[in-house]
């Protein structure tokens, strides 16, 4: 099971949510849920929701679903490259 976290503008979320209930109707999508940024201040987050997060990524990287860092870096500078070419 691979976990993604994305941002969609508001303007966008209605049809995005439209894409991914009708994923799940044809069983690519096994869930979903929306929630607000965790980094907005102020905003509580629930404590079972962060546990399922961490819990989901611990599995992910014991399944090796991970890239390390450098990985991570090589890839950000080829992209700039590409992007100025």
């Known amino acids: 099971m691979v976990t993604y976290q994305i941002q969609i503008p508001d303007s966008k979320a209605e049809a995005f ?3 991914i209930t009708s994923l799940q109707s044809v069983g690519v999508v096994k ?3 929306t929630n607000k940024s965790l980094t907005q201040p102020g905003e509580p987050v629930e404590e079972g929701y ?3 997060v961490l819990e989901a990524s611990e599995l992910q ?3 090796g679903l ?3 860092a450098n990985q991570i870096a ?3 500078k080829l992209w700039k490259q590409r992007e100025r070419a």
Do not use: D, H, M, Y
Request: aromatic residues 12%; hydrophobic residues 55%.
């Open 17 to 19: 949510l439209r894409i």
């Open 61 to 63: 990287a014991e399944e």
């Open 31 to 33: 869930s979903f849920t």
């Open 74 to 76: 090589s890839f950000l």
């Open 50 to 52: 962060l546990l399922s």
């Open 66 to 68: 991970v890239v390390p």
